[in-house]
């Protein structure tokens, strides 16, 4: 497709603004620049959800789908134990991911009960490409109904403590990988104007937003997995080029994968003991040193800003953020311009020194 002579394509290029309706101002590595728009289709992913516990930011911890990502880029794991934890199908990706590079994966704590792993299980066979991948996955080191207490380290992570059921055991090992799935990027959607529901960005059956001309489509309209996301992009681009004759086929495919994102959703949910795993003490904002008992008894994502600068660090509340909201149900913060880190000169396109002031 990119060799198409009616296609451009502007690799490593940040969205910083929309500086007025239907232009957008971009930054690459060299230059910004800014972009016309009529139609505009919106695939901005999803970010993994990382909530607190004591001992979280040791050297050593890391999300689940950020140690995939880490591997994938080079970072050796040869012979390192490892714990894998937090919910959700992402785990055991990251288990194996782990083991091809050479990661002795000792534990995939998985928090959700024995029950609805049992019952997610149970339903595969409505996706048998699933149920192949989930035969090839699981192993003797999955382990429903347990979780990380705890991660105990000097300079670095030594151990954990691990609750499975109703009995606690620690565990020595290098890394640990905790995450509890994924959460919608909305910040760029948000900042254009489009309708938000429940964390995602709403759309109809032709997956348009709520403002005209702009479609979503994949992770940032819901977290349902790439099947889901791939036809919701083809369905996106045959209704925003006008072809929405050729869309019924797809729809259905549509359902199919959405019912998959439902069971993950519903079998996967964050249970209450998960959300109470963060002591006084805790670190809520590590960009700003912010503990938990700085924000907790604050009435939502503001105060808590005024109060402590939680969120006003180098992440801008995109982790912390995340976390507030799954803990103390916050509004996510309203996104300011500019969205990303832009220079000085890129934000002068707009005949401004910083958009809309900060």
């Given at each position: 497709m990119l060799r198409q002579p009616n296609v451009t394509h502007l690799a490593a290029t940040r969205i910083v603004a929309e500086t007025q309706p239907g232009t957008l101002l971009l930054e690459d590595d060299e230059r910004g620049l800014l972009l016309d728009f009529r139609t505009l289709i919106l695939c901005c992913g999803a970010r993994e959800l990382l909530l607190p516990f004591p001992g979280w930011t040791l050297p050593g911890v890391t999300?689940?789908?950020?140690?995939?990502?880490?591997?994938?880029y080079g970072l050796d794991v040869h012979?390192?134990?490892t714990v894998i934890a937090g919910s959700g199908p992402l785990l055991l990706a990251s288990a194996a991911t782990a083991r091809q590079a050479g990661a002795r994966v000792s534990h995939v704590l998985e928090q959700a009960a024995w029950g609805d792993v049992a019952g997610f299980g149970a339903g595969l066979w409505r996706w048998p490409s699933k149920l192949a991948q989930a035969?090839?996955?699981v192993t003797a080191a999955y382990r429903p109904d347990a979780h990380v207490v705890e991660a105990f380290g000097d300079k670095r992570l030594e151990r954990v403590r691990i609750r499975q059921g109703d009995r606690e055991f620690e565990v020595d090992c290098d890394r640990l990988a905790c995450g509890f799935g994924l959460v919608p990027n909305i910040v760029l959607p948000s900042h254009l104007g489009c309708r938000v529901d429940n964390g995602a960005v709403a759309v109809d059956a032709h997956q348009r937003t709520s403002r005209d001309g702009v479609f979503a489509a994949g992770e940032c309209t819901g977290v349902g997995g790439s099947e889901l996301a791939m036809v919701e992009g083809e369905i996106a681009g045959l209704a925003a080029t006008g072809q929405a004759a050729q869309l019924a086929a797809l729809v259905a495919r549509r359902t199919h994968w959405q019912a998959f994102a439902d069971a993950v959703r519903e079998r996967f949910a964050i249970r209450e003991p998960i959300r109470r795993l963060a002591r006084a003490d805790t670190l809520l904002c590590r960009c700003e040193d912010v503990r938990f008992d700085a924000v907790a008894q604050a009435p939502g994502w503001t105060a808590a800003k005024l109060q402590s600068r939680c969120g006003m660090g180098a992440c801008q509340g995109r982790v912390c953020g995340?976390?507030?909201q799954a803990l103390f149900g916050w509004t996510p913060p309203v996104p300011r311009t500019p969205l990303v880190p832009a220079r000085v000169g890129t934000l002068m396109l707009d005949g401004t020194a910083s958009c809309d002031g900060g």
């Open positions: 999300g689940a789908g950020g140690l995939q990502a880490l591997i994938k012979g390192q134990r035969a090839k996955l995340a976390a507030a």
